[in-house]
């Protein structure tokens, strides 16, 4: 008989969903969420592992085979739900969050073409951010007409960037 599946989720891409084994899911939640301090900044995920393998039933991972794997697909579903959420510091340490549903799959779902605000934002775009905003000021504060390049040796920069 096939194994029952589950529906998980994944913070940082929220509109796909895997089918993952309910039974492996169900027994690293519970150790996961077992070993979670309530009070910040939370458990780091390499003591959360070390924390929760004892937890863990044998016959589902025996000596620990794939929990690491589980345990990341636990934790990015348990954030997307709202079940768990990372401290705002590196490296990245999680504590409970404020959606405590003992129910798996609870929570609300999302209607057709409404967005969804993610806790974080990939480091890349915040500094493709600050980098842009960092040269749109640089700009704004240039006289019209001056250009980012150094003044030649015959000419003065107050002369190059002067408004005509």
Same mark, same amino acid.
């Given at each position: /008989?096939? =194994?029952?599946? *589950?529906? *998980?989720?994944? !913070?940082?891409?929220?509109?796909?969903?895997? @089918?993952?084994?309910?039974?492996?899911?169900? =027994? %690293?939640?519970?150790?996961? %969420?077992a070993v979670l301090p309530d009070e910040a900044p939370g458990l780091k995920v390499v003591d959360a592992k070390a924390a929760l393998l004892p937890l863990l039933p044998d016959e589902l991972f025996p000596q620990g085979d794939k929990a690491g794997w589980w345990l990341k697909a636990v934790q990015l579903d348990l954030?997307? @739900?709202?079940? *768990?959420?990372? =401290?705002?510091?590196?490296?990245?340490?999680?504590?409970?969050?404020?959606? @405590?549903?003992?129910?798996?799959? =609870?929570? #609300?779902?999302?209607?057709?073409?409404?967005?969804?605000?993610?806790?974080? #934002?990939?480091?890349?775009? !915040? /500094?493709?951010? @600050?980098a842009r905003n960092s040269a749109d000021i640089a700009r704004s504060e240039r006289p019209r007409g001056c250009h980012p390049r150094p003044a030649r040796d015959d000419e003065d920069a107050e002369d190059r960037c002067r408004r005509p």
């Open positions: /008989m096939p =194994a029952e599946k *589950i529906e *998980i989720r994944n !913070v940082n891409v929220p509109d796909r969903t895997e @089918r993952v084994d309910r039974t492996k899911y169900e =027994a %690293m939640r519970a150790a996961l %969420m954030e997307a @739900r709202g079940v *768990i959420r990372r =401290a705002p510091s590196s490296p990245v340490q999680l504590r409970p969050g404020r959606n @405590r549903s003992p129910v798996v799959g =609870a929570g #609300r779902r999302r209607r057709s073409g409404e967005r969804v605000r993610l806790a974080h #934002r990939p480091l890349g775009s !915040v /500094m493709a951010d @600050r």
